[in-house]
């Protein structure tokens, strides 16, 4: 299984309406130790695109809030992986 990934997309070049701002692929977050994983997120893959408003629809407890965390310190972490 390949590891997930988390990262900004780079600047636009050409149509900057196509190229995503950000992009998540088979995001997985588990809580617990190995004897007792408990699956909070499985492979959420989603991409935002300059511009455009996403938002996180679900049942309570189905991984909303842990996504949306994950993903903007994530996406902090990649950007300071990046600058410096």
Do not use: H, W, Y
């Not at 007792?36 to 309570?60: K, W």
Request: aromatic fraction near 2%; proline fraction near 8%.
């Amino acid at each position: 299984m390949n590891a997930p990934t988390l990262e900004l997309a780079p600047p636009p070049q050409s149509e900057p309406a196509l190229a995503p701002l950000l992009r998540v692929d088979r995001l997985a977050i588990n809580f617990g130790g190995v004897k007792t994983p408990m699956g909070a997120v499985d492979s959420a893959t989603f991409s935002v695109a300059r511009g455009e408003t996403v938002c996180l629809v679900g049942e309570s407890g189905c991984g909303k809030t842990v996504t949306a965390l994950a993903t903007a310190l994530g996406s902090a972490s990649s950007r300071q992986d990046r600058c410096g």
